[in-house]
C-alpha cells in the first residue's frame, strides 16, 4: 500500500461537495452510486449504510499517523451518509473505546494493510482491491458500453488485477503492462486479456487507461486527445501536468474518497451476504 502523504489528502472533507460534482460530469454518478457499482450492489444497499457506526481507529505502528487522514476518512463516510467518528485513542485502546461506543464497523490502517471490519459477520474488506474496483467502475461509467472495446491497465499488482477482474466482467479485453514480467505471466494465455511488451505498446493498444502504477508520468499529453479517459488511482499519479493541464475533465483521480466508499460499500455487502447465510443455517 503506497503510503499518502499529509499534502495528498489536505482538504479532503472541504472539497467532497465538489469532488462528487465532478465525479458526476464525467461518470454520470456520484461517489456513493460509483461506488455502489464498484460493489456490484443495488441502490437499496445505500440504506445500510447508515445501519451502522463505524469507528475510524488511529494506528502508530511503523512510521505512524498521518496528519489528517483519520479525519479525512471519517469525513468521506459521513458524507456516504454512515455514522463515522475517530476515536479519541490510538491502537488497542482506540479498539476498545470502538467498541464500548457501540460501532458496528471499523476502519483503520497501517504502513502495510489498510481495511474495514464488521464486527457482528466478521466480513473484511481491503483497500487496495476495493480501490481497483472503485475506480474500474468510474471508468466503465465514464466510457458506456465496454463489451469488445479494449482496455489497458497500466500495472499488474492488486489495484490493476482487481480492475482488470471488474473490468472484464463489464465486457473489456484488456491489455496489460508491467515491469515485472512476473505480474502480467499468468495473464499471456486468458481469453480475453493481452500482454504488452513495453508501455509504448501498452498505450498504443487502446485510448481507455487505467494507470495502477506507483510511477510519476506515465501517460504524458502525447498519449491523449479527447477521446481518450484515464482512471488513475495510483499515488503519485501517473499522469503528467501537462496532460492534466489539457485533458484534466478525462482524467478520474482522488486519493483516497474513491478508495474509501468503495470498501464501505463493499463491505455491506459483504456484511449482508454473511449475515443472511447465517440466517438460513439458523432457520
Known sequence: MTRLREEDIAGIEARLVRHDAELRRQTGAGLRDIALCAASAPRRFARQLQDRPVAVLPVTTGQGIIGGFSESVRGILAFLGMDAFVTQRPDVAGLVEAVESGAGQVFLADDDTCTML???SH??????AATGRGFAAALALAAGDLRGRTVTVLGAGIVGRSAAAYLRDCGADLVLYDTDE???APFSHRP??????SLREALDASNLYFEATTARGTIDVSDM??????AAPGIPLGVTDAALARYGAHIIHDPLELG???????LQVAAAGVLFDENKKIG
Do not use: G, I
Not at 480475453?192 to 511488451?197: D, L, S, T, Y
Not at 474509501?260 to 463493499?266: G, L
Open 118 to 120: 464488521d464486527f457482528a
Open 123 to 128: 466480513a473484511t474488506v481491503e483497500n487496495s
Open 182 to 184: 512476473t505480474r502480467t
Open 192 to 197: 480475453h486479456f493481452a500482454v504488452a511488451r
Open 225 to 230: 486527445d479527447e477521446e481518450t479517459l484515464v
Open 260 to 266: 474509501v466508499a468503495a470498501m464501505a460499500c463493499e
